[in-house]
């Protein structure tokens, strides 16, 4: 498979982009000017634009989930807040994927991946394997973690890591700081939950998507 990897940092994003960005208004997290490094080559006029409008959608998905939680533990608890996530994240990343298909002319898919998933669905595939096992690599040398934008024979790939966060403990942290109704909760719904014993700043997983050739 032929594949042009390229590298975006994202901690230092503004700017104007360019396609399809106004459809999805919340702030970038990566940078306005993507740059070239050792691990990849500098990006396309095309691939810069669609690589920022698709890290515009994470920036979106984050932006509308996060609430959606805060709003399920403030009314029911963590235990509530898993159910919230349940229905919430999928379908979230149902309708994003149908806007931005829809007003690109092409295939597009976005989710949430993990190496350790608490949803069986979102277990990685080879190429987002390889990815977060790269971040993994990272994390543990010190190394700023950086989404990634790779041209492939399936179209453009984007990726962008997930850190774990205060309020993601208490549901993901160490299994006997959790609460119990809430740990009753997981085992119903994810018998095979992997997602447990997390720190804030670990990697967590990863935003990713892939946009498909242009349809006719």
């Known amino acids: 498979m032929n594949t042009r990897s390229h590298w975006f940092s994202p901690a230092r994003a503004t700017g104007a982009l360019l396609v399809a960005l106004t459809l999805f208004g919340a702030a970038c997290a990566c940078d306005s000017d993507p740059r070239s490094g050792p691990r990849g080559e500098a990006p396309s006029r095309e691939a810069e634009s669609q690589a920022r409008a698709i890290l515009k959608v994470f920036d979106r998905f984050q932006g509308r989930l996060k609430p959606e939680l805060k709003a399920a533990i403030a009314a029911g608890g963590t235990a509530g807040a898993i159910d919230r996530c349940h229905t919430v994240s999928p379908e979230l990343a149902q309708q994003m994927s149908r806007t931005f298909a829809k007003e690109a ?3 597009f898919t ?11 669905a979102n277990a990685p595939d080879g190429f987002e394997a390889k990815i977060l096992e790269q971040w993994l690599g990272d994390l ?4 700023e973690l950086q989404a990634v934008v790779r041209e ?5 790939r984007v990726m962008k890591p997930i850190r774990a966060q205060g309020m993601c403990l208490a549901c993901h942290g160490q299994a006997g700081a959790i609460e119990a109704a809430t740990r009753a909760r997981l085992r119903s719904l994810y018998p095979e939950d992997r997602a447990l014993g997390y720190q804030a700043g670990d990697l967590r997983g990863a935003f990713s998507a892939v946009l498909g050739p242009e349809r006719p």
């Open 110 to 120: 976005v989710r949430r991946v993990s190496d350790r998933p608490r949803n069986s």
């Open 140 to 143: 543990a040398a010190g190394r």
């Open 152 to 156: 492939t024979d399936e179209g453009l």
């Open 105 to 107: 002319r092409a295939k």
